[in-house]
């Protein structure tokens, strides 16, 4: 994982550490090492996901298919290929007996291994991957011999073919919409059906189809009702039944195991082989399957196709994963956790990328109706919001996974997602301008429709979603396919949502009671999307857009204050009283998104980093910091196993400046990894980069992927271990939230790409500006091939006894008109003089509200270092 660079950016990665295991791996002969990271402590509790972008597998890292989820309860696992889930799980004999458990899980880049226990002399790994655009995934059984001998393996699988929703308690519910599966084996492979027309109102005839097969010829097979290797003996859940028998885990606490749940409809089957090894040589099987919904042959066909040649569709994906792994590789010397939880994250987006087609555009209003479609959309690829049980669409996940996508150089899938978004919103809402809210793989709409009340942060997040992108990419194309929605956003908000009479009214990312309809981030989401839309309309020249959404934004800033602080704590309020406009501060996370937002530069206007204006933002952000607000603790301390440093959802009373009583005690002690996020963010905005502010909360989050995660190796889950949540690793499989999230990683990737090294592109109109600020205690930071435009950039900050300097080296591909070279230095030292590759240099000076930022013009050709000295 070390590189040689031009500028000598990018050291050594490892980490010794617990139970994980770093290392380098060929998975099969031929194929590309990929970076690894492996764990042998309790795989029967831990969760696992591997995916490709038209199908994933998730079970648990021994190699068993438990019951999992709650979207339909205990049928969140097993194979799916969106909107479809093709079975519960798929299970292997040898000689006999059952394999595994799994004794070691692996993650590697775009596949997982596992290695099973050796009996009888041969020894057995087992790896999955889902090949990209494919709607199929394969596992493949490695064996090996110390002597000659022939090996009878068996696969069962059980089917479960069902689609994404309806859920457990949606109306029509699942009881109601899965039907019967039929399965047989016809001599090369087991295929399962399932046919005909739930009795529902307006569902549609159905021909689902599953098929299983493997690269040797089969010497028999057989369809029936269980076929669940190990799990045939396990319990079935029922979401609405009290605790059935109780499962030790490893740390002797207990929770309940399942196999099958009441909504299961499957079949099952089993194929038998017989494979000759030779002593000191590994053979491989491999096994696929694959679905349609346009009955049998299309699932067929792709099941031969993926074996056709699996070791070359691995090359293939490991590669592409290679590739991205390549985007933005940081220099942290001071934070090796930090570079290395980066790198798995751009796995870990890349894992999230999922398409679904021919989705009928359906609105369920929260799920309470199954209605006609209101129309199609041939195609949505979308990065999910996370697994097992939010793997679709989101808005307003999409929109803080925007600022790591884009720094990570993973323009693509983010574009598509902003597409998909617009495509089905358009559908649902009849082009009034409102983004729905989330949206699942068939088309199902569950909230955002025109008659919801929100969320009203989706629609005022997708313009500036839109313009990030159009910032970092320079693609003016996708701008323009764009801009008419965004407007029409903004319209809509402020001509629906109650905007030109005050604030907006709907609920954003705070569902809670006692809370009034004008809430915080709502106002400050639209503050930024204003701004946001005008700084795309001075791009096109439409100047009646600009004046109109320029004017309503300052109107609403110069508010802004006076309307929200809350001067006794000091915060900002979460909401305003329904009757008088009264502050009501709740303590929720949303507090802080005034300090999270950057605003444009554009026109005459300096860039804002955070909209806090004159109040008091230190005081309000050191309070955060108090054991009211989170764990006070670090990702070392003991604190009884849970690493709880992070951020509550909702602070606890007794720690602001004055008494300040609040009528009710809405404390929740859980962390997500986004509330972190949000802080971390804040924190950087104002210059508060040390290792107990900002650097507590980026290592709050990259702390849960290295180096012992509650379950996937190097994923960002989606919440923390928490006082109230407790772990995940110790919860239900039916209870626990997402193993795998995307926008926590909005915390790690953006205030080290964004804020610390400050790259601040604006390719749109060939500008880019480099200002990094150093955190304290560090003497460098640096990245390499960061992309922007139709390039990549290598960037070096170095800070230390009074001396500042950025270097930037743009690869030729960079187009660029203006290249601004700068350094953030703080607001109490004196600057002695500047220079920029050696020569005197004019500068401009910049207050901003992180320090004193240091900018000049450029030559954008070549390599520019720009050095700032001071009086310390």
Known sequence: MQGATTMGLIGATGLASGDTKRSNTQVVEGAPESPTLSITERLEDRRYVTSGTRAYIAGIQTGRFPAMGWHIGGEMEGVWSPPLKLLDGIWFEVNGESVGPATEFT??????????????????????????????????????????????IAAEAHSELTTAYPWSDTDPSQTEFNLEDEGEFDGERLVFRSGGTPPIENAGQRDWAAAVGATLEPVGGEAGEDFRGPQDEWETYDPNAGEDEDAELADGSKFERHDNSVFGRGTGGRLEYELEVSAGETQTIWFAVAGSESGADPAIEACEAALSDPEEALSVKIEERLERYERTRLNLPGNRRLEEAIDWTKQNLSDLVQESRDLQIRVTNAGENYPEPSGTVDRARFVGAGYPDFPWLFAVDGEYTTFASVALGQFEPIKEHMRALYEISEVANEGSGKVVHEVITDGSVYYGANDDPGNTDETAKFPSAVATIWRWSGDDAFRDELYDFARRNMEYLLAEFGGDEGWPVGEGNVEREG?????????????????????????????????????????????FNQTWWVPEAPSYADSLDDEDDTPLYHRHWIGLTPFEIQLPEFGDDD????????????SALSLRETECFGGIGSPEDDLEGEW????????????EREEYDYSEDHTERNIYTLNTAIMAISEGNYGRLGN???GRFIDANASLQLPEPDEIPGAMPEVVPSPEYG???????????????AWGSYGTVWPVVGQQLGVRPDMGRGRLEITPQ?????????????????????????????????????????????????????????????????EDADCEVRKTNRGWEVVTEADPDGERTLVVETSR
């Open 774 to 838: 150093v955190p304290p205690k560090e003497s460098q930071i640096g990245a390499e091939n960061v992309r922007v435009g139709d390039g990549s950039i290598d960037v070096q900050a170095q800070a230390g006894d009074g001396t500042y300097s950025t270097t930037v080296c743009a690869d030729a591909d960079v187009s660029l008109k203006h290249l601004i070279v700068g350094h953030t230095i703080p607001e109490d030292i004196e600057i002695v003089s500047v220079a920029l590759d050696g």
């Open 107 to 152: 993650r590697g880049y775009g596949f997982v291994k596992m290695d099973l226990p050796t009996s009888s002399g041969i020894s057995l790994e087992r790896t999955e991957f889902v090949p990209d655009d494919e709607r199929v995934a394969l596992i493949g059984l490695h064996f090996t011999a110390e002597e000659n001998t022939t090996i009878e």
């Open 607 to 618: 860039r804002e980093l955070g909209i806090t204006g004159d109040v008091d933002a230190d």
């Open 727 to 741: 772990r995940s690793i110790n919860q239900p499989f039916t209870d626990r939230l997402m193993a795998l999230q």
């Open 515 to 559: 809370m009034g309809e004008r809430v915080i981030d709502n106002a400050v989401y639209t503050i930024r999307g204003l701004y946001d839309l005008a700084d795309m309309a001075v791009s096109k020249g439409d100047d009646e857009t600009v004046a109109w959404a320029t004017e309503r934004a300052d109107e609403m800033l110069d508010e």
């Open 644 to 655: 709880n440093i992070g951020l509550y959802h909702t602070g606890a009373p007794g720690c």
């Open 692 to 694: 107990d502010k900002q």
